[in-house]
């Protein structure tokens, strides 16, 4: 399987005007209201980058604060056409840890304000649940 580059993804996230992380927990309590038993998870005031939807110790979906752009789990990609509707870009993922996608160097910087990450996660081939963790 050809790796899937996020950097054209996530560029075009950020071109979706008047996003924000009011409209991010919004987004997250709309889908939360959908999937019974499932919760947001995000901390503004801790300076998260991302917000989760879980439900019990299941990742359902990630949602950026720097673009309108979502991850969501392949079982739950009825979730999609809520998200493209909004506005927002959207990947399904089939697998948080399989190491499936790249991101392009100049765009670590540029969107995400990084030189580098740590070396624990390689850019050029990264699972959905590395680019969370080393962007939070």
């Not at 996020?6 to 919004?26: D, F, I, M, N, T």
């Not at 801790?46 to 991850?71: K, N, S, T, Y």
Request: charged share 25%; aromatic share 8%; net charge negative.
């Amino acid at each position: 399987m050809s790796l899937i580059n996020l950097s054209v993804s996530l560029r075009a996230a950020c071109r979706r005007p008047g996003w924000s992380s009011q409209l991010l927990k919004a987004t997250l309590t709309s889908l939360a209201e959908v999937l019974p038993g499932s919760v947001p998870d995000y901390d503004e005031d801790a300076g998260e980058e991302w917000g989760r939807l879980l439900l019990r110790d299941q990742v359902l979906a990630i949602i950026w604060l720097r673009g309108a752009f979502a991850m969501v789990h392949r079982d739950f990609a009825d979730l999609v056409p809520r998200l493209t509707s909004a506005g927002m870009v959207v990947e399904v993922v089939f697998d948080w840890d399989a190491p499936l996608y790249s991101l392009e160097l100049e765009d670590l910087r540029s969107l995400f304000g990084r030189e580098t990450i740590t070396d624990a996660v390689n850019p050029s081939r990264l699972s959905a649940n590395e680019l969370w963790w080393a962007t939070t």
